[in-house]
């Protein structure tokens, strides 16, 4: 009997420990190279992975299609704003990333006389969904990429754009995305990050899904991007401008 308490006792302490501390057990048993966290106890709105002290949101599927074409859109964020306020060239080339039914893709296309919008999303039914655009809308430079979640999917210095709108909080592998992204982008390429701000309460969208600048500038100066510029034009989100850097120059 005494040899059994003196084995459930020390039991009962590492369980308690693990449950006033869920990251515990798992930070023990993970590589110490990693840089993601998981945490038995997290947000309802979260997938219980941290990435540099952010939990990252839940993705909204194809079945959200609908809210994404939402005729409220161009009030409430301003996308049209979003697009002119990325300076685009006509023989640009643009991965919209996160694309989505392709609501932003298909308003820079027609910019893009020479150019190209590649709609990347991990999606087959959003890819679907732009394609049956295309032929609606009569837009012929905007190709569907079908992205992995831990890559774009694009050739190297192949893009001189990256945007992402309202999409980079839900990437479940952030780190290896951007990495794919740099690694995609043309020397002197940009990326746009458009996100709702994390720092007012009083916009009314859920916390997982505002992001901050300060984190956003920490995650993207992980991958190596340096940040340029923050519009704040915008009514509820930042625009984030990171250039990758020139090494020819």
Known sequence: MS??????VPLVAILSCSLLNP?????????S???????????????GKYYMGREIAKVMGYTGAGWLERSSREREE?????????????????????AGTGYLSFRIA?????????AVDVQPEMLEIIELFKKEKNITNVEPVLATFTDPNLPSESIDLALMVDAYHELEYPQEVMQGIVKALKPGGKVVLVEYRGENPFIMIKGLHKMTQKQVRKEM????????????SLPQQHLIVFEKPNTNS
Do not use: C, M
């Not at 990251?23 to 590589?31: E, F, H, I, K, N």
């Not at 979003?82 to 990333?97: E, G, R, T």
């Not at 027609?110 to 590649?118: A, R």
């Open 23 to 31: 990251t515990l057990t798992v930070q023990a048993a993970s590589s």
């Open 110 to 118: 027609p910019l893009l006389t020479t150019g190209k919008v590649l």
């Open 3 to 8: 040899k059994f308490i003196h084995f459930i």
């Open 221 to 232: 100066q992980a991958v190596g991007l340096v940040w340029r510029e923050t519009k704040n």
């Open 78 to 98: 301003l996308p049209s704003k979003v697009v002119s306020l990325l300076n685009l060239k006509p023989n640009d080339v643009v991965a919209d990333i996160g």
């Open 33 to 47: 190279t990693t840089v993601y966290e998981q945490r038995i106890i997290h947000s309802p709105d979260g997938i």
